[in-house]
């Protein structure tokens, strides 16, 4: 029998803050008292874990296959395209092993946040809990993040192949 084919893919995301917009992260609302613009959700956690599934499958990005240009994704909710990466990736024979992830946000702390963030990723991406891991960063006051004019997502996923029996 031959061994599992493991992938790992990489995302990255951004998106500037603005008041009056929700602030939502993995899904999750996160009272403050600005949020994240942007054509979709702007949920920038969400879109970072789409394209590190993506990358790790080799299936392009997160703007292939939802253009914002297309009316279809607009105010869409971005845990659909989350579920949409991962459909797309299993349909190829892979099985997500394992999600990790980092939000930069200098405010407001996100920490009581990460279980329902979890949670939420976990059920949308048909994986355990333990698998799914959410951390988050301030930039330290430096730089569009750290000054509170944007927020960043990195996130790494790990595939695995199981090759046919036989
Ligand atoms: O960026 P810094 O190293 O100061 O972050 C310290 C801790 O604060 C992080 O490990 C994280 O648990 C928490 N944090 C948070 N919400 C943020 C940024 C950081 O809960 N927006
Ligand atoms: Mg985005």
Same mark, same amino acid.
């Given at each position: 029998?031959?061994?599992?084919? =493991?992938?790992? $893919?990489?995302? @990255?995301?951004?998106?500037?803050? *603005?008041?009056? /917009? %929700? ?7 996160? %009272?403050?008292?600005?949020?994240? &613009? $942007?054509?979709?959700? !702007? ?8 394209? +590190?599934?993506?990358? +790790? *499958? !080799? ?11 297309? %009316?279809? @994704?607009?105010? +869409? $909710? ?9 459909? #797309? ?17 200098? /405010?407001?702390?996100?920490?009581? =946040? ?12 048909? #994986? ?18 750290? &000054?509170? /004019?944007? *927020? &960043? ?11 046919? +029996? $036989?």
């Amino acid at each position: 029998m031959s061994a599992s084919e =493991y992938r790992t $893919g990489l995302g @990255w995301d951004a998106h500037r803050t *603005a008041p009056g /917009r %929700p602030l939502i992260l993995g899904g999750v609302a996160i %009272p403050a008292p600005f949020g994240l &613009e $942007g054509h979709s959700d !702007a949920d920038v956690l969400a879109h970072a874990i789409t394209d +590190a599934i993506l990358g +790790a *499958a !080799a299936l392009g990005d997160i703007g292939m296959h939802f253009p914002d240009t297309d %009316p279809r @994704w607009k105010d +869409a $909710g971005s845990l659909g395209f989350l579920r949409h990466a991962s459909s #797309l990736a299993r349909e190829r024979g892979f099985d997500l092993v394992n999600v990790d992830s980092t939000v930069i946000l200098e /405010r407001p702390k996100l920490r009581d =946040y990460r279980t329902a963030i979890r949670e939420k990723l976990a059920e949308t991406l048909g #994986l355990a809990l333990d698998r799914v891991s959410v951390k988050f960063k301030t930039a330290e006051k430096v730089g569009p993040v750290g &000054e509170g /004019r944007s *927020a &960043e997502a990195q996130a790494i996923v790990t595939l695995r192949r199981v090759p046919d +029996a $036989g």
